[in-house]
T-cell receptor, first 114, second 113 residues
């Protein structure tokens, strides 16, 4: 069974540009989560999808971040326009069950904004 | 959501048993204790979860005393490949009923030959 995959593994962009991160969850997992770790900080929850619906996006830092999960399969996280403080590692996780402490994480996308 | 406190770092040697203790004094009645492991350039990986007493799987054991204010992750006979950051989680994200996990700083475990 394939794990959670994320693309790209690393992205370097200039301040003000747009970047779109993609996450493919484990097949059949209705729950999809985005997290991020900015430099020197802990991993923080961003938002949670159940199928194509946003269950909670209270962790999203501001309206420059837009997450979508059309069709309830893969998800994208767009940052527009990117700022220096957006640099960090963005993780995606999925789970078959809502409310489960066992989530399956992808390898992350390292975003560098210069 | 209970705040967790665990050592920032620990060192041990191959073949030794390693115990990492986490305190969570304000754990709620319905909160489970979960441990994750993270290798460099990878996402966190679930290793074990428990509510009380002892849980054991093929990777680790988790000991939780009756008052549940702390827990101990036990890794038997560690190898170099167990070098990683270990996170203790007590409960989930407290905002808006979400299922997001809350990670602390974790314990950086370094295994030496």
């Amino acid at each position: 069974e394939a794990g959670v995959t994320q693309f790209p593994s690393h992205s370097v962009i200039e301040k003000g540009q747009t970047v779109t991160l993609r996450c493919d969850p484990i097949s059949g997992h209705d729950n999809l989560y985005w997290y991020r770790r900015v430099m020197g900080k802990e991993i923080k929850f961003l938002l949670h999808f159940v199928k194509e619906s946003k269950q909670d996006e209270s962790g999203m830092p501001n309206n420059r971040f837009l997450a979508e999960r059309t069709g309830g399969t893969y998800s994208t996280l767009k940052v527009q326009p990117a700022e220096l403080e957006d640099s960090g590692v963005y993780f995606c996780a999925s789970s078959p069950f809502q409310g489960s402490y066992e989530q399956y994480f992808g390898p992350g996308t390292r975003l560098t904004v210069t | 959501l209970a705040k967790t406190t665990q050592p920032i770092s620990m060192d041990s040697y191959e073949g030794q048993e390693v115990n990492i203790t986490c305190s969570h004094n304000n754990i709620a009645t319905n909160d489970y204790i979960t441990w994750y492991q993270q290798f460099p350039s990878q996402g966190p990986r679930f290793i074990i979860q428990g509510y009380k007493t002892k849980v054991t799987n093929e990777v680790a054991s988790l000991f939780i005393p009756a008052d549940r204010k702390s827990s101990t992750l036990s890794l038997p006979r560690v190898s170099l490949s167990d070098t990683a950051v270990y996170y203790c989680l007590a409960g989930m994200y407290s905002g808006g009923g979400a299922d997001g996990l809350t990670f602390g700083k974790g314990t950086h475990l370094i295994i030496q030959p």
